[in-house]
């Protein structure tokens, strides 16, 4: 079954809690997609019953024809987002898989902090923007690239291009791609308010 994550807000302890929740589940995400009929952007996960106990607070069912009408939110690895200011940060419960996938790598891992979540709860996550100018420290700038795409975050799964959010009129748009039969994926924007 198809469901989307409720939305962020403008509190913190909420969009922890809803990051957290969606990393434990990190297979199930489909992508980011745009909604149009709801113009709204979020993560669209595939569920099965084990997966939807673990997150069913934070998820609403979403009907497969309005999915397949969507736009899917696409990387285009230009790496501004991991290059500077990155912001990047790992839940400590996404670190078994990185260290399963990338043992030295995440022996790099120094810098942790404690937040707190809309449940009361408190979670480690482990600073990644610990590089130049706020780099992301598994960000190889030389071949701009993720050194650790297949463990990546999901804060790096979810967070949508900017790059391109504000046209020259002002209005917010990101740009999301539409593949067509045979994979290529063409560009368009679509918009509104982010
Ligand atoms: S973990 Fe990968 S995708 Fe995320 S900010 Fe770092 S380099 Fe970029």
Redesign the pocket.
């Known amino acids: 079954m198809l469901y989307i994550a409720k939305r962020p807000t403008d509190s913190k302890l909420w969009n922890y809690y809803l990051l957290y929740k969606l990393s434990l589940v990190k297979q199930s995400i489909l992508g980011v997609f745009y909604i149009e009929k709801l113009g709204y952007y979020g993560p669209v996960l595939d569920l099965d019953e084990k997966d939807l106990e673990k997150v069913s607070d934070i998820v609403l069912p979403l009907d497969e024809d309005i999915v397949l009408e969507s736009l899917l939110v696409t990387c285009r690895r230009c790496g501004w987002?991991?290059e500077a200011n990155?912001g990047?940060f790992l839940f400590n419960s996404e670190l078994t898989y990185l260290r399963s996938r990338y043992p030295r790598l995440s022996e790099r891992l120094r810098r942790y902090s404690w937040v707190r979540l809309y449940d009361g709860s408190r979670v480690k996550i482990w600073h990644?923007d610990t590089g130049p100018h706020g780099r992301?420290m598994?960000?190889n700038p030389l071949e701009r690239r993720?050194?650790?795409?297949e463990a990546?975050?999901v804060v790096?799964i979810l967070t949508y291009c900017a790059r391109f959010a504000i046209d020259r009129h002002g209005n917010r748009y990101v740009r999301v791609g539409t593949a067509d039969e045979r994979g290529r994926v063409r560009f368009r924007r679509a918009g509104g308010s982010t």
């Open positions: 987002c991991c990155s990047s990644l992301c598994f960000y993720c050194l650790i795409h990546k975050p790096c």
